[in-house]
Structure formats: C-alpha cells, structure tokens
C-alpha cells in the first residue's frame, strides 16, 4: 500500500478513536451516529486485512529460515562421510559436490541452496554408496531429518514467494479498501457539519482528528 494510503488509514484510526470515544454525544445526530458506526466497522476490517497479510507472510518466512538452519547445521554430517566414500570409490563428480564448505552452502541463494542439499541427498541415495554410508551408521533413518528439513524448505520456499506476490496484489486490494473508507468518511464529514448547530465543541474536535498526520511531521487537513 502506498505511503498516501497509508497515512489516510492512520487519520481514518484517528478518527474512528474519536467517535467511539464520544458516542453518546453523537447520538443526537442519528444519520451522523450511523455513519460513524459503518466507518468504525470499514476501518476494522481493513486494518484486520493488512495485518492478516502481514502475519501469514511473516509465519511462512520464519518456516523457511528454520528448516534452512537445519539444514546448515545438518548437511556437513553427510557431507563429511560422503567426501571419504568419494575418495574410496575414485569418484571425482561425488568428491566435488560433498567438499561443499558451510561457508560456501550459507552464500547460497535460495534456489540454488535447495538445489544443492537435494543433489547432496540423491547422491546419498544411490545404490553404490547407501551400503558405505550405513557403515559408518548414516541409515535412511539416520538420514531422515535431513530429508524432512528439505521438504519443509522447499515447501515454505515457493510459499514465501507467492504470498509476497499475493501480498502484492492484497496491497492494490487494500488500497481500493481504504479508498473506499476515504469515501465513507467524507459522507460522515458531511453528517459531522450538523455539529456546528449542536455542539460545536464535538464538531472542532472531530476536524482536528480528521487531520492527515504525514511523515514530514506537519499536520493537513485531507481532501473531502
């Protein structure tokens, strides 16, 4: 959401903490009262959806990183065993991809990470080497966690990447929401003006909440 939008939704709070803070005095305007109500309920549900977004992106980037420090701290395990059964069996391309150091697998993009600790776990698994790795006790079994921590990063990986680009599309969704609530508030601007006549207190107060705050840190009042 872009950063317009983004202060428009900090004044549309403001306001919102305004009515509901005096609700019994806007009762005597019942049009204004239930304008206020339907701006109060807009603006939760916006507010609910950026959050919404923001934390399921969040949940999915915290799975990627766990299973990738599992990994990182998982891989030189196999990796050492490997690099000697490599040696034993003179087999130059196994040698190359087991002498991976930590540095090296953590300078690793996503992507091609992932690709790594998948050929790393394939060559662990071809018929030639599973016996030498189960001499030195690296079972299928042992080797699980590994496979598992791949998944899991493979899995959260695509997910991370789509939600950002669902996030993006939620943003131009979120900016059509608070455009929608900008015009919610203008039609209670308009109901707000009977307040000159009924307390014009309650109607200088609700102007200055319905201020935009911006980041230059002077206050303006939006358009209506």
């Known amino acids: 959401m872009d950063k317009a939008r983004e202060d428009q939704l900090v004044m ?12 019994e005095a806007l009762a005597a305007s019942e049009v204004a009262a239930e304008q206020a109500d339907e701006v109060a309920e807009h603006y939760a549900q916006v507010d609910g ?12 980037t915290e799975d990627a990183k766990t299973a990738k420090k599992t990994l990182l701290e998982l891989l030189p395990a196999l990796l050492g065993p490997l690099s000697r059964i490599a040696t034993r069996l003179q087999d130059n391309d196994l040698l190359a991809s087991a002498t991976l ?3 090296q697998l953590r300078k690793l993009r996503p992507l091609a990470f992932a690709a790594v600790a998948e050929a790393v776990l394939a060559s662990a698994a071809r018929p030639d080497v599973v016996p030498e790795l189960a001499k030195q006790g690296l079972t299928a079994k042992a080797l699980q966690p590994l496979r598992d921590a791949l998944a899991t990063f493979k899995t959260a990986q695509p997910a991370t990447r789509k939600t950002i680009n669902e996030r993006v599309v939620a943003g131009a969704a979120l900016e059509e929401l608070v455009d929608a609530l900008m015009d919610e508030v203008r039609q209670l601007d308009a109901d707000m003006k009977a307040f000159k006549l009924l307390d014009r207190e309650l109607y200088k107060g609700y102007t200055q909440a319905r201020k935009l705050v911006t980041t230059g840190g002077k206050d303006k009042a939006t358009e209506a």
């Open 12 to 23: 549309c709070g403001q306001v919102v903490d305004f009515v509901t803070e005096n609700k």
């Open 49 to 60: 959806a950026r959050a919404g977004t923001t934390k399921r992106t969040k949940n999915l």
């Open 101 to 103: 150091s930590s540095k």
